[in-house]
């Protein structure tokens, strides 16, 4: 009997080893398709022109960072620092605007009973459902008619109006999450709703914040839209000012690549070190 | 002057009307229980009595001073919530802390008054070995101390308990019973507990207070209740085994009252005499011990057919449960003999004590000692 | 009616549990076994492997004499009750109850009648056409039962049946249980973790821990005589009491000493104690079997009454001791007031004695320990 059973269970095994073994080729593939423009870009950024293109490719080269310091101080007359500079404060501060409103905003929703709730939930939610292109316009004219034209200000009150949608659609399911009774706790022992807000909820829901903060940032500083119409010289941004990267010679390909991976390298530390949390917080909450 | 005094409250829930002026008393140093099967409103008293609800009308008094309305933090109230609720975040220490650090009292206390007083209180609860622990790896039993430490250490007036040793295994209710009486005993603050166990009720209370549909059935120490039921509802939820409560007539046969039961007649105890006098109709119920009831022959007097309707084991002694034409009747025994169920039997009750009810009202038609239930 | 027989079976899951060990069991015909333990015992995968929900990875599983351990479920003509009541959501009362024999093939009106006749007997009548989520539980569960009896099958399975209902109704139940078993004489084999509703429904009961049988027998013989620690605590009305002990043997005469106690023995128990001399054991003692004595008394374990706590009829009474705290049972009118001195008695024939392994030294009778 005790044969049997074995003989059954020898079956499964072998089937199964060839089928982890494709499963292993594909994710292998899928990998090398993913990394593989990152590994372009890095390695580009460290060539210099020759080598940049010569073909067949060059695997093992001299690595220089020429490009770096002629795409940070030398390039267009003041190289890419400026850009960078403006890219990380209207990032940084949409994604702490965002995230304070949209914290609060989403407690609200989660927590207190009031008439329409069902409804504001909902047209918040809708404001992501126009394409953004077709705010491009109106929100020019507006911007002008404030005199916020190539400001910071313009585009940190855009982000954060875009990105407002999400940062409560993700944290009001966390908010809803935590047991009422620890916030009656609370109350009891003597704090008001808005402390209770910023000492318990919000600690409780570090992953969602966490979340919602790094998707946020990658939002921001990637977006290129809004920044080309309403940024010119002083408040342009990083997408906006790679895209202006050619020059009377063809593209500086180096350089460009020099400043793609600076571009980079924000996000990806910052998403690479809160992995952990991100993982958690956009299954948690979305099992709602 | 009352720890606590609830006059005339009135709650509804949409179209449920829970409590229609309900008022209660509670003694200072008092530990009273909050006794009832679900939905008789206890939680919401008790969350009436914290502040987490406010009542539709009526006042609450907590040491006098008049508390309606007012929110939970005003009301020196310690409340330790049956899922525990302790901040996940912090640690046990913090947890114990947090009351005291709330900025509405800042400037009360000080950094060694806290750290005095939470070392005092880890002691009573004996968890000082759990001190810098996140909660999170704690056992319900530790849990439960840390959320009794929290309601505690500000010294509350009145110390609020919601169920709390319902979600402990039996051992720990038990061992946390006699805790909490020893912890009374020292601290002599006026407690409030609610739960739906009557063996909890009765073990650790001073006064229990029997709900039921949003109304107190009765207020009175745990043998009061026990001794002096003032309803078959009482009789019938206090104690284990509950009192058997059935039909029974009285008749008066040649200028005496008899008892009869299913056209067998029962010998009242003498004691009762001037309590049947008062029944409103011939029709009552009686109520007695299942220890005062025994199997006989047919032939005997006095003997009430029955239908076996369930037979086990509690402990070491058999239950019966039998169905006779005037109710159920249950039966403990520890002479175990092999019974089927629907066999016929033949009871006989031994009324050494007994209860008369009225039976439209099921009140007592006995002289009552105690408070009387609003 | 048949017999069931577990032999040697183990159950072990494909991730490396050892859910089931060695068990050897064996339910008479027409009796009601219940399978009693605490979670991740081992019943649940014990009554699956039973009903066939579960492969049985070694030993062998006999119905009636006969081998099953390859028959798929729906040949074995088991009805089971499940913790969930596993209702079919979209269906009616009726139809969930007539399911098992619309898959039959058995005419249309001769369904109606049985269902009937089962909605009668559980008092559904009023429910036939309302679905499973408009029903409280103790309704479902009826339900489930319904379904189960209408096969009348020659064996009931049933797992925690009543672990999702409120306490009134779980006592209605079990009655209804009991009776549909004799009504039915049909063999039951029930799961619990409570050891109060296992009282209350078995002929016998089995104590299950970590994948094996701990002791099988009747509740009185599980309280009287529990096989070892395990069962001594979890089969309980009160909390058992336990108290550190030794023996010691001086000049050829054996004495057990808990604190400054020395209980009396009977030849048979000293004799047995005379061979752990120096072990560090544990004395086992129910409340309901504490004797409470005017302190002094040579051999009782003096000590201080704490707490009482009312029970109606009778009281709790915790004992502060040398060795520790101890509960008993007292009536009313004979409850010691608290501050009390008093001593602790131990009747010989209510005391038990573990060694460090838990193991019952005064078991007596070690061959009931298997099923």
Same mark, same amino acid.
Do not use: G
């Given at each position: 009997m005790s044969n049997d059973l074995a003989n059954k269970a020898a079956l499964p095994m072998a089937r199964s080893r060839g089928r982890a073994l494709l499963c292993y080729v594909i994710a292998f593939l899928f990998a090398v398709y993913c990394i593989f423009p990152f590994y372009i870009v890095i390695t580009t950024a460290l060539k210099n022109d020759r080598e940049i293109f010569a073909w067949p490719p060059v695997w093992l080269f001299h690595a220089t960072l020429a490009n770096f310091y002629d795409a940070l101080f030398v390039f267009g007359g003041q190289g890419a620092g400026t850009f960078i500079l403006n890219s990380i404060i209207t990032t940084g501060a949409s994604t702490v605007l965002s995230l304070v409103l949209g914290s609060m905003a989403a407690y609200g929703l989660a927590r207190f009973r009031f008439r329409g709730r069902r409804q504001l939930a909902f047209w918040i939610l809708s404001t992501r459902f126009a394409p953004p292109i077709a705010f491009v316009v109106p929100m020019y004219l507006m911007v002008l008619q404030l005199n916020l034209l190539d400001t910071h200000i313009a585009l940190i009150l855009i982000y954060t109006s875009m990105n407002l949608s999400l940062v409560i659609w993700l944290l009001r399911g966390f908010f809803a999450e935590i047991p009422i009774e620890i916030e009656e706790a609370a109350l009891v022992d003597g704090y008001t709703r808005i402390q209770i807000f910023w000492r318990i909820a919000v600690p409780l829901v570090q992953p969602g914040i966490i979340t919602a903060g790094v998707l946020v940032s990658i939002f921001s500083w990637n977006e290129f839209l809004f920044a080309s119409v309403l940024t010119q010289t002083n408040a342009q941004t990083l997408p906006v000012y790679l895209s202006g990267f050619s020059n009377a010679m063809g593209m500086a390909w180096g350089q460009y690549m020099a400043v793609g991976v600076i571009a980079l390298l924000p996000i990806s530390a910052v998403a690479f070190i809160l992995q952990r949390y991100l993982v958690r917080g956009l299954t948690f909450g979305a099992v709602r | 002057m009352t720890a606590l005094a609830i006059e005339r409250l009135f709650k509804s829930f949409g179209q449920l009307r829970l409590f229609q002026g309900l008022s209660l008393n509670v003694e200072p140093t008092k530990y009273a229980c909050l006794l009832g099967p679900s939905g008789c409103g206890k939680t919401t008293l008790l969350r009436l009595i914290a502040g987490l609800e406010s009542p539709d009308v009526g006042e609450i008094f907590i040491d006098g001073l008049p508390v309606t309305? !007012? $929110? $939970? /933090?005003? !009301?020196?109230i310690g409340l330790a919530f049956q899922n525990y609720a +302790?901040?996940? /975040? +912090?640690?046990v220490r913090d947890n114990l802390a947090f009351p005291l650090r709330a900025p509405i009292r800042r400037g009360q206390f000080t950094a060694a008054d806290i750290a005095q007083r939470v070392t005092r209180v880890a002691k009573q609860m004996q968890i000082e070995a759990l001190l810098n622990q996140s909660v999170g790896l704690l056992s319900g039993g530790q849990q439960q101390r840390v959320a009794l430490g929290r309601a505690l250490i500000r010294h509350p007036k009145i110390l609020l308990l919601d169920e709390p040793t319902t979600h402990l295994d039996a051992r720990l209710r038990h061992e946390m019973r006699a805790e909490l009486k020893l912890l009374h005993r020292d601290a002599g603050t006026t407690t409030v507990h609610v739960t739906h166990d009557q063996q909890e009720a009765l073990a650790v209370s001073d006064v229990i207070v029997l709900m039921r549909d949003g109304n107190i059935e009765q207020v009175g120490s745990p043998l009061d209740l026990y001794q002096n039921p003032y309803t078959a509802f009482v009789a019938q939820f206090v104690g284990d085994p509950p009192m058997n409560v059935i039909d029974a007539r009285l008749n008066q046969t040649a200028g005496d009252l008899v008892l009869e039961v299913g056209g067998v007649e029962v010998a009242l105890p003498p004691a009762l005499d001037n309590v049947a006098v008062r029944a409103s109709s011939a029709e009552l119920l009686l109520g007695f011990r299942p220890k005062q009831v025994e199997i006989v022959e047919a032939d005997q007097p006095g003997a009430i057919p029955a239908l076996v309707q369930m037979h086990e084991m509690v402990g070491r002694e058999l239950q019966i449960t039998a169905r006779t034409g005037n109710g159920v009747i249950r039966y403990r025994t520890t002479r175990v003999r092999q019974v089927r169920l629907g066999e016929r039997l033949h009871l006989r009750l031994a009324l050494n004590e007994a209860w008369l009810f009225d039976l439209k009202t099921g009140v007592t038609l006995q002289k009552q000692t105690g408070d009387r239930p609003s | 009616m048949p017999t069931i027989e577990f032999k040697a079976v183990s159950k072990v899951y494909a991730d490396g549990t050892h859910a089931v060990r060695d068990l050897s069991l064996f339910v008479q015909n027409r009796e009601f076994l219940c399978i009693l333990g605490p979670s991740g015992c081992g019943k649940s995968s014990t009554l699956r492997m039973l009903a066939g929900l579960e492969s049985i990875t070694s030993g062998e599983l006999l119905v009636d004499g006969i081998r099953v351990n390859e028959v798929p479920a729906r040949q074995r003509d088991m009805a089971m009750v499940f913790e969930n009541y596993a209702l079919y959501p979209h269906l009616d009362v009726f139809a969930n109850i007539a399911m098992p024999l619309s898959a039959k093939g058995i005419a249309k009106s001769e369904i109606r009648r049985r269902v009937e006749e089962i909605a009668e007997v559980l008092k559904l009548q009023g429910q036939? =056409?309302?679905?499973? =989520?408009?029903?409280s539980g103790g309704q479902r569960q009826r339900v489930a039962l319904g379904r189960a009896l209408i096969r009348e099958p020659r064996i009931f399975l049933m797992d925690e049946p009543l672990g999702h209902l409120e306490a009134y109704m779980r006592v209605e139940l079990r009655s209804e249980i009991r009776r549909l078993h004799e009504e039915r004489s049909a063999t039951t084999v029930y799961i619990t973790h409570d050891q109060e509703e296992a009282g209350a429904v078995a002929d016998r009961i089995v104590v299950m821990e970590q994948g094996r049988v701990q002791q099988s027998g009747r509740l009185t013989d599980l309280i009287d005589s529990p096989t070892n620690r395990f069962v001594a605590s979890f089969i309980s009305e009160w909390p058992i009491n336990m108290l550190p002990a030794t023996v010691t043997t001086n000049g050829g005469r054996t004495a057990l000493c808990v604190g400054e106690a020395r209980p009396a023995l009977t030849d048979c128990q000293a004799a047995v104690l005379s061979g752990v001399a120096g072990e560090s054991l544990e004395l086992g003692l129910r409340p309901e079997d504490v004797e409470l004595v005017p302190p002094g008394g040579p051999g009782d374990l003096p000590g201080r009454v704490i707490v009482v706590e009312p029970q109606g009829g009778m009281a709790v009474i915790v004992i502060e001791t040398s060795v520790g705290r101890l509960n008993a049972i007292a009536e009313t009118e004979r409850t010691p007031n608290v501050g009390a001195l008093i001593g602790v008695s131990f009747p010989p024939g209510r005391v038990h004695v573990f060694k460090p392994d838990g193991s019952n030294l005064f078991a007596r009778d070690p061959a009931a320990s298997k099923g």
């Open positions: - | 309305n !007012r $929110p $939970p /933090h005003v !009301r020196d +302790l901040y996940p /975040h +912090l640690s | 036939m =056409r309302q679905q499973p =989520r408009t029903l």
